[in-house]
């Protein structure tokens, strides 16, 4: 089949699927296999960009969005306006034994979601329905707060339409949150699991706290507490076996993940999260012994992500918090940072976790107690050793004067 009649039949496809969904509005295994049928179709690489624009020329994301509400067989459900949300939720909430539809559907409108600096039209598709898609999402959560898997569809579908919206991200942030988005999340967060939703809203959190002045929003609303609690809950402990072990790390990941989201965007309120054990937190993402390092990849993401916590809070308490500083000195988050920095040291280190240590250090630095610490645990040794590494780096270049005060 030649380049165009392929393209043809796609496109055809796409109208197909959108037209199944608007003439079965209430036959729910029609509206599962359409959702699926949608992420299938989005993620087939190369051509998911053009395939984003025909599904949503087709009108895929107003059929996704009305298959929140319009999934129980024998029923006709209106769909419900975008400032309608008792209605909206009064109709999801009453098929809520179907929530394998709203579940499909959540996972695909997130599948659906543009990439950035793509051409206008291609936006179009979530800015045309924006609305609507956030109240059908935070009607969904609302559902049933303890459904793991509806839980973590939604908080998917979030963080993926704000990862990758970054021209409007912070228009669709602050719908988001007016919608009651950052309530929802934390809701679910407070009674979600290791195994189920709980890294998938902790990664939403992230996503929505690093656009326009979510994070501000977010923590007065009690974010960092709510971040910290899933930790405390499910990390404290040792796993048992190697798949907790899994969970674990992800969980405290996308933990560190939230925390370096809200410390980037809120440094001047970055004295919270500290308060509720973000120090101590991202200090454990330090392993112990190098082959813990190098025995999984999720070990090396979790350092990365626990060495983005810390730098982002040093570089808040430089420039807001004395408070901030106190609390990663006694934190140990100076021998931690050089402990991460050692680990990486050897050759098969990674250059980008090397990065983040230097990074972390360099930020740490700039307090004069934490230089002390640094320069007492052996930093200036581990610092001089790898910046012949660091020579493509121009973030850790520019700061290396800061090395001096070790």
């Not at 599904?55 to 996704?64: P, S, T, Y």
């Not at 039209?121 to 049933?144: K, N, P, S």
């Not at 908080?155 to 990862?163: C, D, L, Y």
């Amino acid at each position: 089949m030649d380049a165009g009649r392929q393209l043809h039949a796609t496109v055809a496809c796409e109208e197909q699927v959108a037209r199944m969904m608007r003439s079965f509005p209430n036959d729910a295994s029609i509206q599962v296999w359409a959702a699926r049928a949608i992420s299938a179709l989005t993620v087939d690489e190369p051509n998911d960009s053009a395939i984003q624009r025909s599904l949503g020329q087709a009108g895929a994301c107003a059929a996704l969005v009305s298959a929140l509400v319009k999934h129980r067989p024998n029923a006709t459900v209106q769909f419900a306006t975008a400032g309608a949300t008792d209605a909206l939720l009064a109709a999801v909430r009453a098929r809520l034994r179907y929530s394998t539809v709203p579940r499909q559907a959540l996972y695909a409108l997130g599948a659906m979601a543009v990439r950035p600096n793509e051409p206008a039209d291609a936006t179009l598709l979530l800015r045309r329905h924006a609305a609507q898609v956030v109240q059908a999402i935070v009607a969904a959560m609302r559902i049933d707060v303890t459904h793991q898997d509806l839980q973590a569809a939604a908080a998917t579908a979030i963080e993926r339409i704000m990862e990758h919206n970054n021209n409007g991200g912070a228009a669709i942030a602050q719908q988001l949150l007016d919608a009651g988005a950052g309530n929802a999340l934390m809701e679910a967060l407070a009674v979600s699991t290791r195994h189920g939703a709980a890294a998938f809203v902790l990664l939403a959190l992230a996503a929505l706290a690093s656009h326009g002045g979510s994070a501000a929003q977010l923590l007065a609303a009690g974010a960092a507490e709510a971040i910290m609690a899933p930790v405390a809950k499910h990390c404290r402990d040792k796993p048992r076996s190697p798949y907790e072990d899994i969970r674990r790390t992800e969980l405290l990941s996308a933990a560190m993940s939230a925390i370096a989201a809200l410390a980037v965007s809120a440094p001047a309120d970055s004295a919270t999260p500290c308060a509720a054990g973000a120090c101590e937190a991202a200090v454990t993402t330090v392993p112990e012994h190098v082959q813990i390092l190098y025995a999984r990849d999720i070990h090396r993401n979790l350092l990365e992500r626990g060495l983005e916590a810390l730098a982002a809070l040093a570089s808040a308490a430089e420039s807001h918090s004395p408070v901030v500083a106190l609390s990663l000195v006694q934190a140990r988050a100076c021998e931690a940072a050089t402990a991460a920095l050692n680990l990486v040291l050897t050759p098969c280190g990674n250059d980008a976790t090397l990065t983040s240590a230097m990074r972390t250090i360099c930020a740490l630095c700039a307090d004069a107690s934490a230089a002390a610490r640094l320069s007492a645990a052996g930093a200036r040794e581990s610092v001089i050793s790898a910046i012949p590494r660091c020579s493509n780096c121009p973030i850790v270049q520019t700061q290396l004067e800061r090395l001096s005060w070790l």
